[in-house]
């Protein structure tokens, strides 16, 4: 539709920058005609009162103007609707300043938005002839860095805002003189006020004062979309967002900041204009209760609080910026009740990441240990937690109960703290960065080996040392690593894992015959058995199941030390196997016995503890083969600690030592009888013709494997690949091993030399077919074989829990523990350790296929499900009124 107004005779082009109204009353200027005449050419409505208010009217046509008026004032002045539109407030919508719904108003609790009303620089409107800036009219101009001066706010006659009521249209404008109506009653009101403001005095700032400096970077913020500098540098911020960062910043210095301070940080010319009583101000007695919640009335105000803010802001990066915070919060501190990290919260609508941030950073000093772990103060960008619980407990599956070996060694003091007992509470501080997971909950979720008072005890001496902060640093980034990239063990199955079948008595004796390793006595096979036990779960080695033999005494650990420095490469590689056939032997084949975080995660840091793979290995294997404690004579000789080397060892075990000229005579005797008793027609006929394997074979002629080796080598006979024949890959019947093994009652390891395998791999195909193991003795036996027929006479609702004759225990134990508030004092009071009953309440649980007790938690006892509830009641009336725990 064609606009109604004619296209004007005289056009004059807005200057950049201008007001519409300013441009308005400049054009009836030009045509020496009433703005009244202008604005009807154009179209505007006529103000007519109805109950002393404007029907529809907008009460600045400056702040918006419709659609059909921008096209009209368009097409009339020869313009385009787009610069129509550059003139009016909505120019700064959404960027400067936000607009009411409806489109008509400036909300002024949004970015220091003023409702009516503009300042004014005198020496532009004199230069100008009386044009007005738009962004004069905004709550963050304050200074006219063209003529370096303050922005003047009110009539120097009059003392009240210019233009905050549209001029009258009865006069030709004379824009420069002020419009307000006459301070006199009965005045004309055409004439206004008539004041001269381009007289107007402000103050006069020198070239290159902070204030200009303030002025121009807030005006490139409100031109620019988004805004890189500073803080903000490595997380870009859109414009409105830095803006609400420098009004809360502002209300600070506005509200709480002390004359004395504020004298000390800003120009003291500025300080002193800002801290002056307004003579000019028709009520100089009155302060606003909220200082900077609305625009601040003066531009010195303005100046001060922009100028302050910004000299937080302009600091090259986050943490610089929060040192610059710190100040002004200390000197604030006073004033505020209390000043947390959530006080920010009330600082306005709007703010940025960036600031939230440095204000995280601000706070670092006064935060307890804990904290600086949640809100990872150390990073380049501090935050408040983002983390969901699914989040946390998804981490927590990554994480072992007893932290990763190559990193406790790295984290732990030299003295102080005992990595057995900093290792549980690493573990638990991985869930604690970006997280809102209480020390307790996070013990929880990663084993419960220690409590929340435990942890903030070990963090209390953490923080006393000067490495606190790289500490921290090597927790968030692995944390990151954790969040962002898979993890090949999945640490919460193998904490609920049943270990009671790890490494049985004469796999142990095979490993060490294969091996050529002593024996020993019955403490030996445990300490290697717990080892295992501890690499696989992650868990304590003192956790282990009964029959385990894990020792939690000083002794044992002793031993345990002994055991790791003596442990050969051949070892080592037959007891990984072992947790592999283990491991399969729960379904489960792709994961590895052990994994660690990478290494280069700590690069750069300065930790308690030296780097473990700075030792220099070969002279390590040297030194514990001479002494009789060789991890700590090798631990000072080689300037490391105690559990550097116990890792180091356990990942690069020491070969044997070279034979002495005895042990070689030896060696070649037990050649010689071998041969005597082995001749190579014999070996031939029972390796290759017979297909023995070597196991088989030393079985039968009592000389070990390598012997045997050596002499199949001496001999020219090819070996099969692998230690074991090929027997061992073949397929074990269901039916023979329900003959053999149910039937006719033999054990696993007879089997298992028949047929050419490992136990544990004869064990998995008795899981593959569904055949109950027997335990250990010949007690248990009757009980292995009737477990099927006592699952199938259970309730319904046992019956998948009834899977081994352990099954009934762990019902006994979980319906016991019921009545106590946390599994902790049930296990105290069954007399067992609580991992012990954790793991049991697990397996019933994985076994069920559903939850059988909600966790206690701060104020809230452990209590049952609903379905843990009957589970409960069936297993008492399974268990009948003689069983026991």
Same mark, same amino acid.
């Given at each position: 539709?064609?606009?109604?107004?004619?296209?004007?005779?005289?056009?004059?082009?807005?200057?950049?920058?201008?007001?519409?109204?300013?441009?308005?009353?400049?054009?009836?200027?030009?045509?020496?005609?009433?703005?009244?005449?202008?604005?009807?050419?154009?179209?505007?409505?006529?103000?007519?009162?109805?109950?002393?208010?404007?029907?529809?009217?907008?009460?600045?046509?400056?702040?918006?103007?419709?659609?059909?008026?921008?096209?009209?004032?368009?097409?009339?002045?020869?313009?385009?609707?787009?610069?129509?539109?550059?003139?009016?407030?909505?120019?700064?919508?959404?960027?400067?300043?936000? $607009?009411?719904?409806?489109?008509?108003?400036?909300?002024?609790?949004?970015?220091?938005?003023?409702?009516?009303?503009?300042?004014?620089?005198?020496?532009?409107?004199?230069?100008?002839?009386?044009?007005?800036?738009?962004?004069?009219?905004?709550?963050?101009?304050?200074?006219?860095?063209?003529?370096?001066?303050?922005?003047?706010?009110?009539?120097?006659?009059?003392?009240?805002?210019?233009?905050?009521?549209?001029?009258?249209?009865?006069?030709?404008?004379?824009?420069?003189?002020?419009?307000?109506?006459?301070?006199?009653?009965?005045?004309?009101?055409?004439?206004?006020?008539?004041?001269?403001?381009?007289?107007?005095?402000?103050?006069?700032?020198?070239?290159?004062?902070?204030?200009?400096?303030?002025?121009?970077?807030? $005006?490139?913020?409100?031109?620019?979309?988004?805004?890189?500098?500073?803080?903000?540098?490595?997380?870009?911020?859109?414009?409105?967002?830095?803006?609400?960062?420098?009004?809360?910043?502002?209300?600070?210095?506005?509200?709480?900041?002390?004359?004395?301070?504020?004298?000390?940080?800003?120009?003291?010319?500025?300080?002193?204009?800002?801290?002056?009583?307004?003579?000019?101000?028709?009520?100089?007695?009155?302060?606003?209760?909220?200082?900077?919640?609305?625009?601040?009335?003066?531009?010195?105000?303005?100046?001060?609080?922009?100028?302050?803010?910004?000299?937080?802001?302009?600091?090259?990066?986050?943490?610089?910026?929060?040192?610059?915070?710190?100040?002004?919060?200390?000197?604030?501190?006073?004033?505020?009740?209390?000043?947390?990290?959530?006080?920010?919260?009330?600082?306005?609508?709007?703010?940025?990441?960036?600031?939230?941030?440095?204000?995280?950073?601000?706070?670092?000093?006064?935060?307890?240990?804990?904290?600086?772990?949640?809100?990872?103060?150390?990073?380049?960008?501090?935050?408040?937690?983002?983390?969901?619980?699914?989040?946390?407990?998804?981490?927590?599956?990554?994480?072992?109960?007893?932290?990763?070996?190559?990193?406790?060694?790295?984290?732990?003091?030299?003295?102080?703290?005992?990595?057995?007992?900093?290792?549980?509470?690493?573990?638990?501080?991985?869930?604690?960065?970006?997280?809102?997971?209480?020390?307790?909950?996070?013990?929880?979720?990663?084993?419960?080996?220690?409590?929340?008072?435990?942890?903030?005890?070990?963090?209390?001496?953490?923080?006393?040392?000067?490495?606190?902060?790289?500490?921290?640093?090597?927790?968030?980034?692995?944390?990151?690593?954790?969040?962002?990239?898979?993890?090949?063990?999945?640490?919460?199955?193998?904490?609920?894992?049943?270990?009671?079948?790890?490494?049985?008595?004469?796999?142990?004796?095979?490993?060490?015959?294969?091996?050529?390793?002593?024996?020993?006595?019955?403490?030996?096979?445990?300490?290697?058995?717990?080892?295992?036990?501890?690499?696989?779960?992650?868990?304590?080695?003192?956790?282990?199941?009964?029959?385990?033999?894990?020792?939690?005494?000083?002794?044992?650990?002793?031993?345990?030390?002994?055991?790791?420095?003596?442990?050969?490469?051949?070892?080592?590689?037959?007891?990984?196997?072992?947790?592999?056939?283990?491991?399969?032997?729960?379904?489960?084949?792709?994961?590895?016995?052990?994994?660690?975080?990478?290494?280069?995660?700590?690069?750069?840091?300065?930790?308690?503890?030296?780097?473990?793979?700075?030792?220099?290995?070969?002279?390590?294997?040297?030194?514990?083969?001479?002494?009789?404690?060789?991890?700590?004579?090798?631990?000072?000789?080689?300037?490391?600690?105690?559990?550097?080397?116990?890792?180091?060892?356990?990942?690069?075990?020491?070969?044997?030592?070279?034979?002495?000229?005895?042990?070689?005579?030896?060696?070649?005797?037990?050649?010689?009888?071998?041969?005597?008793?082995?001749?190579?027609?014999?070996?031939?006929?029972?390796?290759?013709?017979?297909?023995?394997?070597?196991?088989?074979?030393?079985?039968?002629?009592?000389?070990?494997?390598?012997?045997?080796?050596?002499?199949?080598?001496?001999?020219?006979?090819?070996?099969?690949?692998?230690?074991?024949?090929?027997?061992?890959?073949?397929?074990?019947?269901?039916?023979?091993?329900?003959?053999?093994?149910?039937?006719?009652?033999?054990?696993?390891?007879?089997?298992?030399?028949?047929?050419? $395998?490992?136990?544990?791999? $004869?064990?998995?195909?008795?899981?593959?077919?569904?055949?109950?193991?027997?335990?250990?003795?010949?007690?248990?036996?009757?009980?292995?074989?009737?477990?099927?027929?006592?699952?199938?006479?259970?309730?319904?609702?046992?019956?998948?829990?009834?899977?081994?004759?352990?099954?009934?225990?762990?019902?006994?134990?979980?319906?016991?523990?019921?009545?106590?508030?946390?599994?902790?004092?049930?296990?105290?009071?069954?007399?067992?350790?609580?991992?012990?009953?954790?793991?049991?309440?697990?397996?019933?649980?994985?076994?069920?296929?559903?939850?059988?007790?909600?966790?206690?938690?701060?104020?809230?006892?452990?209590?049952?499900?609903?379905?843990?509830?009957?589970?409960?009641?069936?297993?008492?009336?399974?268990?009948?009124?003689?069983?026991?725990?």
């Amino acid at each position: 539709m064609r606009p109604s107004a004619r296209t004007l005779p005289i056009r004059l082009p807005p200057l950049p920058g201008e007001a519409l109204d300013s441009w308005l009353e400049a054009t009836a200027r030009r045509m020496d005609t009433t703005l009244g005449d202008v604005l009807l050419h154009f179209g505007f409505p006529v103000r007519q009162r109805a109950g002393n208010q404007f029907r529809d009217i907008p009460a600045d046509w400056t702040i918006f103007l419709d659609e059909r008026l921008t096209a009209a004032v368009a097409h009339a002045t020869g313009t385009v609707p787009e610069v129509v539109t550059a003139m009016t407030l909505a120019h700064y919508d959404g960027r400067a300043l936000q $607009m009411s719904p409806e489109g008509r108003a400036v909300t002024r609790h949004v970015l220091w938005g003023r409702g009516r009303g503009s300042r004014f620089c005198p020496d532009c409107l004199h230069s100008s002839g009386g044009r007005w800036q738009l962004s004069w009219r905004l709550g963050f101009s304050f200074a006219c860095t063209q003529h370096r001066r303050l922005l003047a706010d009110r009539c120097p006659h009059c003392g009240r805002v210019p233009r905050q009521r549209p001029r009258s249209g009865r006069s030709v404008p004379q824009p420069e003189l002020c419009g307000n109506p006459p301070i006199r009653p009965g005045g004309p009101v055409t004439a206004g006020c008539g004041a001269d403001l381009t007289c107007a005095s402000t103050l006069r700032l020198p070239p290159g004062h902070p204030v200009l400096t303030a002025q121009d970077r807030t $005006m490139e913020i409100i031109d620019g979309a988004t805004v890189a500098f500073g803080p903000y540098r490595d997380v870009p911020q859109p414009a409105p967002a830095v803006l609400a960062d420098i009004r809360a910043l502002g209300i600070r210095v506005l509200s709480s900041l002390p004359a004395a301070v504020l004298r000390e940080q800003i120009p003291a010319d500025i300080a002193e204009a800002h801290l002056a009583t307004d003579p000019v101000s028709p009520h100089p007695e009155q302060a606003a209760d909220r200082p900077g919640f609305m625009a601040p009335p003066r531009a010195a105000d303005a100046a001060a609080a922009v100028t302050m803010a910004l000299g937080i802001l302009e600091q090259p990066g986050i943490h610089s910026a929060g040192e610059a915070l710190r100040g002004l919060l200390e000197a604030v501190r006073e004033e505020l009740t209390q000043i947390s990290v959530t006080s920010i919260d009330d600082w306005g609508r709007g703010i940025s990441p960036v600031l939230q941030s440095v204000h995280l950073a601000a706070l670092a000093p006064t935060l307890r240990p804990s904290e600086h772990l949640r809100y990872r103060t150390t990073t380049e960008t501090p935050r408040r937690p983002t983390k969901a619980t699914r989040d946390i407990e998804q981490r927590a599956r990554k994480i072992p109960t007893m932290f990763w070996p190559s990193w406790t060694v790295r984290l732990t003091p030299p003295e102080g703290i005992h990595a057995r007992a900093l290792a549980p509470v690493l573990a638990a501080l991985l869930l604690i960065p970006d997280s809102r997971t209480s020390l307790d909950q996070a013990a929880g979720l990663v084993g419960d080996v220690v409590d929340g008072i435990e942890i903030s005890r070990l963090l209390q001496e953490l923080d006393d040392l000067p490495q606190w902060p790289d500490i921290v640093t090597a927790l968030d980034r692995l944390t990151d690593h954790l969040d962002a990239d898979d993890v090949p063990i999945d640490y919460g199955r193998r904490r609920i894992l049943d270990y009671t079948g790890l490494l049985p008595r004469d796999r142990w004796l095979e490993i060490c015959r294969r091996t050529e390793t002593p024996p020993g006595t019955g403490r030996r096979e445990r300490i290697a058995r717990s080892q295992l036990f501890r690499r696989l779960s992650g868990l304590p080695a003192e956790s282990a199941p009964d029959d385990l033999g894990g020792l939690d005494s000083a002794e044992f650990r002793a031993t345990a030390l002994h055991f790791t420095a003596l442990q050969t490469p051949e070892l080592a590689h037959a007891l990984r196997q072992e947790a592999l056939e283990f491991l399969a032997s729960h379904h489960i084949h792709d994961e590895p016995v052990t994994w660690q975080p990478p290494a280069t995660l700590l690069a750069g840091l300065s930790l308690p503890a030296p780097d473990p793979m700075h030792v220099d290995l070969p002279r390590l294997h040297q030194l514990v083969r001479e002494r009789q404690h060789p991890v700590q004579h090798a631990a000072q000789v080689l300037g490391t600690t105690v559990e550097a080397i116990r890792h180091v060892l356990d990942e690069h075990p020491a070969p044997e030592p070279p034979l002495t000229k005895n042990a070689a005579r030896a060696t070649g005797r037990i050649r010689q009888q071998a041969r005597q008793a082995i001749p190579e027609e014999h070996f031939t006929q029972l390796y290759l013709g017979e297909h023995r394997s070597l196991q088989q074979i030393a079985t039968l002629t009592g000389f070990s494997r390598r012997v045997l080796t050596d002499l199949a080598k001496e001999y020219g006979i090819p070996l099969r690949e692998g230690p074991q024949d090929y027997k061992r890959r073949s397929t074990i019947e269901r039916d023979w091993l329900i003959e053999q093994y149910v039937h006719r009652r033999r054990t696993l390891p007879d089997l298992a030399r028949e047929t050419g $395998m490992s136990t544990a791999n $004869m064990a998995r195909w008795a899981h593959i077919h569904n055949i109950p193991l027997r335990p250990r003795g010949g007690a248990s036996h009757h009980t292995a074989l009737r477990t099927p027929e006592q699952a199938a006479d259970a309730p319904a609702i046992l019956r998948d829990a009834l899977t081994s004759p352990n099954a009934r225990q762990r019902l006994e134990r979980f319906a016991a523990a019921l009545p106590y508030p946390t599994v902790t004092e049930a296990a105290r009071a069954l007399g067992i350790h609580q991992s012990t009953l954790t793991t049991q309440i697990n397996r019933l649980e994985r076994d069920l296929g559903r939850p059988l007790i909600e966790r206690a938690e701060r104020g809230r006892r452990m209590r049952p499900t609903p379905f843990g509830r009957k589970v409960a009641v069936a297993a008492k009336r399974l268990i009948g009124p003689g069983g026991r725990p």
